[in-house]
């Protein structure tokens, strides 16, 4: 499938751009970030790249614009983005599913997963952004649910909420 404007969906909002980069602000002070993933529609295709670390910081995949360059033996990787439960990463010993990307109808893109990020785990869904289990859904100090932004490409995930 290709679709001219891919819209993401994340903790109940939907975002509009050409190119969506996730990350965490690691740092209130300095305000350094790691980075979390990035989608881009580029002709017509989407494209994800991210690192999986598990809660010891231990790389468990790396996918580069959709190639898969790194995994860890204890997980595999299948599918593709835009092609039914999309690119899914789950754990060989009972099929967890620890990140998934996929495109579920007109263009909304999907990504859920837990990352962990300087001793942080976040958890990211289509409805819910938690990081250690407690809800961070307001945006820029509002809170706000079921909103349609547009133009706001760079998502910074803090331990207040989200944050363009």
């Given amino acids: ?6 819209m993401l969906i994340l903790g109940s909002n939907i975002y509009a751009d050409q190119a969506y980069m996730v990350s965490y602000q690691t ?7 790691t980075h979390l993933f990035t989608l881009e529609n580029t002709n017509g295709n989407l494209t994800l790249t991210t690192e999986i ?18 995994i860890n033996k204890k ?23 620890i990140f998934n990307a996929k495109i579920i109808e007109d263009g909304y893109v ?8 300087g001793g942080k785990k976040i958890r990211v869904t289509d409805r819910t952004v938690e ?7 307001t945006i820029n100090g509002v809170n706000v649910h079921d909103t349609f932004f547009v133009g706001n490409y760079d998502i910074t995930l803090t331990d207040d ?4």
């Fill in 110 to 117: 999907v990504v859920s997963g837990i990352f962990y990020v």
């Fill in 161 to 164: 909420g989200l944050r363009f």
């Fill in 1 to 6: 499938m290709t679709h001219d404007d891919y």
């Fill in 131 to 137: 990081i250690n289990d407690i809800p961070r859904q």
């Fill in 53 to 70: 670390r598990d809660e010891n910081s231990e790389l468990i995949a790396k996918i580069d614009r959709n190639e898969l360059t790194q």
């Fill in 75 to 97: 997980f595999d990787v299948q599918g593709e983005i835009e092609k039914e439960n999309g690119l899914m990463l789950t754990k060989r010993e009972n099929g967890d599913v």
């Fill in 27 to 33: 740092d209130k002070e300095t305000g350094d970030r």
